[in-house]
């Protein structure tokens, strides 16, 4: 029979073997996408832990402003302006999170820009282990890997898609991002600049790196190589970890901005020469004394006077 001429009944039953063995080999455990739940719900800790600093440290912006408004505004401009684009970045990959979780449970969801506005609803957290209102798991399926590839890749791996909504999107926005903080630059109230120190910007360097790998001598693209044909599971993961990236590096920036306000600087904007005489007058004949030297002082926060309760109006 090995030589023999297939009936087109062992050729199907041939071909829904080969399709078996193939599903069989793509098939991941339920230990394995258990796994890359903890992963996920690990990330998560430490998204909350650097939104807390990063919170406490635009707080600490809020009490240097109050009492030097005029010294810390070109500071306190650039971390609102790092927070903000942050902020955009963050919700960019969230979305593109639901609009994920949404095409793998529903292939035709995204077709008519519906069907992930679910998974964005107030108090839903879109992780692997997130529950609707009625306390049901949002993700039901864990292993799909068919419609997320569609969504975010295509089904060319050497050339992935270039569209909205896509990996190379998300790839590229978050280039954008490193080099926006790197180009970061502005004039002190002294008039001198202030840059992005060059220990923070190799940082940068290493955070935002997007290379493409290599799979029997052939390149991988890193869109491929992180989103192609993998399992929902381990997809959420890696996007939870992009967005650590984007906190970790506003918690860099922002502590780099809050440090330059008084580092390496002086306290002072002005230095003036004083004589101070030891006596307010002298005789013929006498010794003139008095001490000379350089006052330093602050002209952007000028000491306040009082006068029975009253601030002096300076006449």
């Known amino acids: 029979?090995?030589?023999?001429?297939?009936?087109?009944?062992?050729?199907?039953?041939?071909?829904?073997?080969?399709?078996?063995?193939?599903?069989?080999?793509?098939?991941?455990?339920?230990?394995?996408?258990?796994?890359?739940?903890?992963?996920?719900?690990?990330?998560?800790?430490?998204?909350?832990?650097?939104?807390?600093?990063?919170?406490?440290?635009?707080?600490?912006?809020?009490a240097k402003s109050a009492a030097n408004p005029e010294k810390t505004k070109p500071f306190k401009d650039a971390a609102d302006e790092v927070v903000k684009r942050s902020s955009e970045l963050l919700e960019y990959i969230e979305v593109l999170k639901a609009r994920t979780m949404s095409v793998s449970h529903n292939a035709n969801a995204l077709k008519f820009g519906e069907g992930y506005e679910e998974y964005m609803k107030d108090g839903v957290t879109l992780s692997l282990d997130a529950k609707d209102e009625d306390d049901k798991a949002i993700i039901t399926k864990k292993d799909e890997n068919q419609e997320n590839t569609a969504l975010l890749v295509g089904g060319a791996p050497e050339?992935?898609?270039?569209?909205?909504w896509s990996a190379w999107e998300m790839k590229n926005k978050l280039i954008a991002y490193k080099d926006f903080l790197k180009s970061i630059k502005f004039k002190e109230v002294t008039g001198k600049d202030w840059e992005v120190p060059e220990g923070l910007i190799n940082s940068l360097d290493k955070i935002f790196t997007y290379e493409d790998g290599e799979e029997q001598g052939k390149v991988v693209k890193w869109e491929t190589k992180n989103f192609f044909h993998n399992?929902?599971?381990?997809?959420?993961?890696?996007?939870?970890?992009?967005?650590?990236?984007?906190?970790?590096?506003?918690?860099?920036?922002?502590?780099?901005?809050?440090?330059?306000?008084?580092?390496?600087?002086?306290?002072?904007?002005?230095?003036?020469?004083?004589?101070?005489?030891?006596?307010?007058?002298?005789?013929?004949?006498?010794?003139?004394?008095?001490?000379?030297?350089?006052?330093?002082?602050?002209?952007?926060?000028?000491?306040?006077?009082?006068?029975?309760?009253?601030?002096?109006?300076?006449?």
Not at 277 to 296: C, E, K, M, N, W
């Open 1 to 62: 029979m090995a030589g023999g001429k297939e009936t087109p009944r062992q050729k199907m039953i041939g071909m829904m073997y080969l399709v078996l063995t193939a599903l069989l080999a793509m098939n991941v455990s339920k230990e394995v996408l258990d796994s890359f739940v903890l992963v996920d719900q690990g990330l998560r800790k430490t998204e909350s832990t650097l939104d807390s600093k990063n919170n406490d440290t635009m707080g600490a912006f809020a």
């Open 159 to 164: 050339s992935p898609k270039e569209t909205e």
């Open 231 to 315: 399992p929902l599971a381990a997809v959420i993961p890696v996007m939870t970890k992009l967005q650590v990236d984007v906190q970790n590096a506003q918690a860099d920036m922002l502590g780099a901005l809050l440090g330059g306000i008084e580092g390496k600087s002086y306290k002072f904007t002005n230095l003036v020469p004083l004589v101070v005489p030891q006596t307010s007058y002298i005789l013929q004949g006498d010794t003139f004394r008095a001490d000379v030297l350089l006052a330093a002082y602050d002209g952007t926060n000028p000491p306040r006077f009082y006068v029975e309760d009253k601030k002096w109006d300076g006449k």
